[in-house]
């Protein structure tokens, strides 16, 4: 979660424990219960296509451990955030980690690929 987000979650009145709550219903007539992750999920896409945008809770899901994985977070950690993944899946999340890195490498040689100069 954002720095952004949860400020404005922060801000909003706390009535209850969970964020996200279900109304209750004659099936389940209790008040703010955690909503389910279905409800959540489908939800998210009435929301993404309301917004015309592509995407879905795995999207979100490879951008997070791909974020979490270009900022430092030691895989190990990662992985139990994540419900730990498959060392085989993970490198599909990991190569955006090496493209980063060698963005990172080939910045400090310039474009020319010439070893940095002092000054840098």
Known sequence: MGAELRAVLM???RQWLW???ALP???CPVAARQISDRRA????KTVLKKLKLEGHQHT?????ISH???HGVPEAIVREWVGHVDAR?????THVADAISQQAMLGLFGDDGDKPSEDR
């Open 41 to 44: 999920l489908d939800y998210l």
């Open 89 to 93: 899946i993970m490198k599909t999340y």
């Open 60 to 64: 979100f899901r490879h951008s997070f």
């Open 68 to 70: 979490a994985l270009t």
């Open 11 to 13: 801000q909003q009145p």
């Open 25 to 27: 219903s004659a099936k």
């Open 19 to 21: 964020v996200f709550t």
